[in-house]
């Protein structure tokens, strides 16, 4: 059942003073994520704002391509949308295939990965089985789809050998260390979900402040090459366009959305291995109603791709501006 974030219980002035100061700082007073223990699990988290049919196409690649099976949860965190896309998450919830947080108004893309994180860590101590308790969040955007199934067989040990708390596909513009692309992003919540390291903020690179602070504090991270390796395409920019085409001038990112309306994928074989995707999709799915879709997650058997990419990874680049 989809779960509705709770009505919030009047604050008194200085409450709200305090509140204020918190959010403009960048700060997120948050309890402490329980210690790793036998959990093994993954969970995605991902925030949607009236992108139905991009978020219909990641579900789907999670559910036949990566496999359900491989996931503790799916948590989808819609920030009010109006174009359809609760009656999808509904449906996907009453299927039993994804958990939700629906927010009545537009939270923006950092706050509403934290409002996802929370929702696992509040609860964590209530899964009794160890693999329906989540290890590992990834987070993905919801103009994301995964092409590969051997992406975490492969990133898991990766982070594992390298000691690293997170990882993700580095990019250089938005720090001299390497920025790890928050598209796919996959990280500890023990070792930095706790007070001493920044939240996701409402910002256009969420994760900014997260790694900063995992790098004063010398936790490790690994680059990891989600894209350049073909085990995710992120189609970039989908919300953005989203916000443009509806000219929501309230949203505080509507200027930009004019100006980089159109998609990006890192890699200049992003695109027609997008259509490929979108190809299969389509045949699955029709035309991608809630029920079709629904229907199409729930089938057992997996989609191969072809392997998309040969040789070498190269490199990427793109920026992460985002304004679920």
């Given amino acids: 059942t989809p779960v509705r974030a709770s009505p919030r219980m009047p604050l008194s002035l200085t409450g709200k003073l305090a509140l204020g100061c918190r959010r403009i700082l960048g700060t997120h007073i948050r309890r402490n994520w329980p ?46 949308s109006t174009d359809g896309s609760r009656e999808l998450v509904a449906l996907l919830c009453e299927a039993g295939l994804v958990d939700a947080v629906l927010n009545r108004r537009q939270r923006y893309h950092g706050p509403g990965l934290n409002d996802g994180v929370e929702w696992l860590r509040r609860r964590q101590p209530d899964a009794g089985d160890p693999r329906h308790r989540t290890r590992y969040i ?51 919540p023990a070792r930095i979900w706790r007070r001493g390291f920044s939240p996701f903020e409402e910002h256009g690179v969420p994760a900014l402040a997260t790694q900063r602070s995992m790098i004063r504090k010398g936790v490790p991270r690994l680059d990891f090459p989600f894209r350049r390796a073909g085990y995710v395409v992120h189609l970039g920019h989908g919300t953005l366009r989203a916000v443009a085409d509806a000219e929501a001038r309230d949203n505080r990112y509507f200027d930009w959305a004019r100006e980089h309306r159109e998609p990006h994928f ?41 392997r998309p990419y040969a040789g070498e990874p190269t490199s990427s680049s793109g920026n992460d501006t985002s304004s679920s």
């Fill in 35 to 80: 210690a790793a223990g036998s959990e093994t699990g993954v969970s995605v988290v991902t925030v949607n704002w009236n992108t139905k049919d991009l978020l219909a196409g990641l579900v789907f690649s999670l559910c036949r391509i990566l496999g359900r099976e491989q996931l503790a949860r799916i948590v989808i965190v819609d920030n009010g």
């Fill in 138 to 188: 990834w987070t993905l955007d919801s103009d994301a789809a995964v092409l590969r199934a051997d992406v975490l067989a492969d990133a898991l040990p990766a982070m594992e050998r390298a000691h690293a708390a997170l990882c993700g596909e580095y990019q250089a513009a938005e720090m001299r260390e390497g920025y790890a692309h928050v598209s796919s992003l996959l990280f500890d």
């Fill in 266 to 306: 890192g890699d200049a074989r992003g695109g027609w291995l997008y259509e490929e995707f979108l190809g299969r999709l389509r045949q699955e799915a029709g035309d991608l109603s809630a029920k079709a879709v629904v229907d199409a997650c729930l089938r057992h058997d997996r989609i191969r791709l072809e």
